[in-house]
C-alpha cells in the first residue's frame, strides 16, 4: 500500500468512527505506514465543522489526534495551481471550492493518489490538472 494523501471527508468518516470499512483500512494504512498524511486545510475543514457544532470536546481530542499524524501545509506554488485548477473547472462548467483545489493541488506536488468519497469534484478537478 503506497503512501497517500486523505481527503477530509475521508478523515472525518475515520475520527467519526462509523464506516468499519473506512476503520479498517484506516487500520492497515497505519500499521504500515506508520502515520496518516492529510493537508492543513482539512485541519481548517475538521475545525470549522466542530466549532460550528460547538463541539469542544470533540475537537480537543481530534486536535491532539491529528498532532500525531503528517499536516502537510501548501506552499505558495500550490495555490497558484489550485487557481488554475480552479479556472480551468470553471470554464468546462464545474464550480469548485478553493480547498478542494488546494487539497488536489497538494497531492499533485507530492505525486500521491487522493484518497476521497467526494468523487463529483474530484472528477471535476482531475480532468483539468491533466491537461
Known amino acids: 500500500m503506497s503512501k497517500v494523501l486523505l481527503d477530509t471527508d475521508i478523515l472525518s468518516e475515520y ?3 462509523h464506516d468499519k470499512t473506512v476503520a479498517r483500512r484506516a487500520a492497515d494504512y497505519a500499521r504500515q505506514h506508520g502515520a496518516f498524511t492529510f493537508t492543513s486545510v482539512t485541519v481548517h475543514e475538521i475545525v470549522f465543522g ?4 460547538g463541539a469542544s470536546a470533540q475537537l480537543q481530542k481530534a ?5 500525531q499524524n503528517e499536516q502537510i501545509t501548501p506552499m505558495a506554488d500550490d495555490y497558484r495551481e489550485a487557481a488554475i485548477i480552479k479556472a480551468t473547472a470553471r470554464k468546462q462548467g464545474a464550480v469548485l471550492e478553493l480547498t478542494d ?5 497538494v497531492a499533485v506536488r507530492l505525486g500521491i493518489p487522493l484518497v476521497t468519497g467526494n468523487t463529483d469534484d474530484f472528477q471535476a478537478i482531475q480532468k483539468p490538472a491533466l491537461s
Open 101 to 105: 483545489c488546494l487539497i488536489a493541488a
Open 15 to 17: 475520527l467519526k468512527g
Open 50 to 53: 466542530l466549532e460550528v457544532k
Open 63 to 67: 486536535m491532539a489526534w491529528l498532532k
